[in-house]
């Protein structure tokens, strides 16, 4: 079953000398459940508005969206059944590691003792235990992303949408969470709709890599058929050779 499906979305923002600017330009794709997908591409082209409009942080000018066979075009945020994860982390500075991450659940008004449990399965999962009582300024800029992290896991939502969300970390610690990732990914059967600018993280993370390019779809494709067979010269240049 398909987790997301995208039909002809398209986006267009007022331009500064009164037209459109078409953003995207009819996106079309479905994502399987358990599927990791990422979104590929250069600043500016589209990566981060599909990603909203998937979201409900931004509606699409036309199109539809589908999420676990409902149509969800019209929803806000809040009533999609999804998580979210961006680059920045999003915590909320005076409130503590348990705080952050039980801020995923109290949202949506869920029992106690339910709650004690995700968290504990939470931290454990991405070894915070030892820090549920400091703030985010008592943490590394790791710590934080796995607290972001947690805050999307302990909702229990199956689908998790991440907006480039290691690239505030150091080179060594960007691979280490690479590898966390598909880990804990694969470990709770997660759909992850990936967004980065980054070839390397895209094709070791993904099992599809969506390659976007001035709003429109160039390639969609398994990381080793888009090494294999570039669908343009965009692509191949962009993707480069395999690490
Ligand atoms: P990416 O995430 O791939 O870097 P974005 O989706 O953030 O790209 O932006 C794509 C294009 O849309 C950019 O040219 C950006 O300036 C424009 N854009 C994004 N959001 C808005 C907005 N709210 N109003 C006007 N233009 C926007
Ligand atoms: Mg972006």
Same mark, same amino acid.
């Given at each position: 079953?398909?987790?997301?499906?995208? !039909?002809?979305?398209?986006?267009?923002?007022?331009? @500064? /000398?009164?037209?459109?600017?078409?953003? *995207?330009? #009819?996106? $079309?794709?479905?994502?399987?459940?358990?599927?990791?997908?990422?979104?590929?591409?250069?600043?500016?082209?589209?990566?981060?508005?599909?990603?909203?409009?998937?979201?409900?942080?931004?509606?699409?000018?036309?199109?539809?969206?589908?999420?676990?066979?409902?149509?969800?075009?019209?929803?806000?945020?809040?009533?999609?059944?999804?998580?979210?994860?961006?680059?920045?982390?999003?915590?909320?500075?005076?409130?503590?590691?348990?705080?952050?991450?039980?801020?995923?659940?109290?949202? !949506?008004?869920?029992?106690?003792?339910?709650?004690? @449990? /995700?968290?504990?399965?939470?931290?454990? *999962?991405? #070894?915070? $235990?030892?820090?549920?009582?400091?703030?985010?300024?008592?943490?590394?800029?790791?710590?934080?992303?796995?607290?972001?992290?947690?805050?999307?896991?302990?909702?229990?939502?199956?689908?998790?949408?991440?907006?480039?969300?290691?690239?505030?970390?150091?080179?060594?610690?960007?691979?280490?969470?690479?590898?966390?990732?598909?880990?804990?990914?694969?470990?709770?059967?997660?759909?992850?709709?990936?967004?980065?600018?980054?070839?390397?993280?895209?094709?070791?993370?993904?099992?599809?890599?969506?390659?976007?390019?001035?709003?429109?779809?160039?390639?969609?494709?398994?990381?080793?058929?888009?090494?294999?067979?570039?669908?343009?010269?965009?692509?191949?240049?962009?993707?480069?050779?395999?690490?």
């Amino acid at each position: 079953m398909s987790s997301v499906v995208l !039909r002809d979305v398209r986006k267009s923002f007022p331009s @500064r /000398r009164g037209g459109q600017v078409a953003v *995207l330009s #009819g996106i $079309d794709t479905d994502v399987a459940d358990g599927e990791f997908l990422a979104i590929l591409g250069p600043s500016g082209c589209g990566k981060s508005t599909l990603l909203r409009i998937i979201s409900g942080l931004e509606a699409p000018t036309s199109g539809s969206i589908h999420i676990n066979g409902a149509d969800v075009t019209g929803t806000a945020p809040e009533r999609r059944e999804l998580a979210m994860v961006f680059q920045n982390y999003a915590l909320f500075p005076h409130l503590d590691v348990r705080e952050n991450i039980l801020f995923g659940l109290k949202s !949506r008004r869920e029992p106690r003792d339910l709650q004690g @449990r /995700r968290l504990r399965e939470t931290t454990d *999962l991405l #070894g915070l $235990d030892a820090l549920l009582d400091r703030k985010p300024s008592e943490l590394s800029g790791g710590q934080r992303q796995r607290v972001a992290l947690g805050r999307a896991l302990v909702s229990g939502q199956r689908l998790i949408l991440m907006d480039e969300p290691l690239s505030n970390l150091d080179a060594k610690l960007r691979a280490d969470m690479r590898i966390e990732l598909k880990r804990i990914q694969r470990r709770l059967g997660l759909t992850i709709i990936y967004v980065t600018h980054d070839q390397v993280e895209a094709m070791t993370m993904a099992d599809r890599v969506m390659m976007l390019a001035d709003g429109g779809v160039e390639q969609l494709a398994a990381p080793a058929e888009i090494y294999a067979a570039p669908a343009s010269v965009t692509v191949g240049r962009f993707i480069g050779s395999p690490p």
